[in-house]
T-cell receptor, first 117, second 114 residues
Framework: AQKVTQAQTEISVVEKEDVTLDCVYE???????LFWYKQPPSGELVFLIR??????QNEISGRYSWNFQKSTSSFNFTITASQVVDSAVYFC??????????????FGGGTRVLVKP | DAGITQSPRHKVTETGTPVTLRCHQT?????MYWYRQDPGHGLRLIHY???????DKGEVSDGYSVSRSKTEDFLLTLESATSSQTSVYFC?????????????FGPGTRLLVL
């Protein structure tokens, strides 16, 4: 069975501070995919990034960066110089891919980020 | 943004009544999913479809049924709604030519069962 744990339920920061969201996963699949989604107060789920298990290259995209470490089963997400618009709930998710029972997503419980001006 | 719509967006119903939620996509993606989101549980998979007339159960399928007669439409039915089915329901799609494993979500349907 797959499992995703986001130990931080809520993080509160002041604007321009950096925020790191932790995600730890468990899976028996040798090939798998990790995702981060953002859910702003308006309620929609916005896809942010996908990582394949065979690609441990970390990435920076603007103010967002991701740290994928297969050895520790972690896929952490950092927002640099946070802004009020970053206030949202962030979900980490895991799937075994299309070939593994329809690419079902297993979600973590989410981390609420509150950025204060 | 992926072309996914859900209808209705909000619904209030009474216990024991049937309810059908519709997910419609314009992306011609093969896979479609229904999730529910509840406080303290995150998002959980109810049912999914891997093609027309091909569906399977997810983690929390009891009390729900689905149908997919066309690629673009995936229906979720609560045969006899209960208060425990009060939730926000999200539809998702995947299977596009690029990044086929990535799921894109609809705007959600907020359902209240009284």
């Amino acid at each position: 069975a797959q499992k995703v744990t986001q130990a931080q339920t809520e993080i509160s920061v002041v604007e321009k501070e950096d925020v790191t969201l932790d995600c730890v996963y468990e899976t028996r699949d040798t090939t798998y995919y990790l995702f981060w989604y953002k859910q702003p107060p308006s309620g929609e789920l916005v896809f942010l990034i996908r990582r394949n298990s065979f690609d441990e290259q970390n990435e920076i995209s603007g103010r967002y960066s991701w740290n994928f470490q297969k050895s520790t089963s972690s896929f952490n997400f950092t927002i640099t110089a946070s802004q009020v618009v970053d206030s949202a709930v962030y979900f980490c998710a895991l799937s075994g891919g299309i070939k593994a029972a329809g690419n079902k997503l297993t979600f973590g419980g989410g981390t609420r980020v509150l950025v204060k001006p | 943004d992926a072309g996914i719509t859900q209808s209705p967006r909000h619904k209030v119903t009474e216990t024991g009544t049937p309810v059908t939620l519709r997910c419609h996509q314009t992306e011609n993606h093969r896979y479609m999913y229904w999730y529910r989101q509840d406080p303290g549980h995150g998002l959980r998979l109810i049912h999914y479809s891997y093609g027309v007339k091909d569906t399977d159960k997810g983690e929390v399928s009891d009390g729900y049924s689905v149908s997919r007669s066309k690629t673009e439409d995936f229906l979720l039915t609560l045969e006899s709604a209960t208060s425990s089915q009060t939730s926000v329901y999200f539809c998702a799609i995947s299977g596009g030519a690029e990044q086929k494993e990535t799921q894109y979500f609809g705007p959600g349907t907020r359902l209240l069962v009284l």
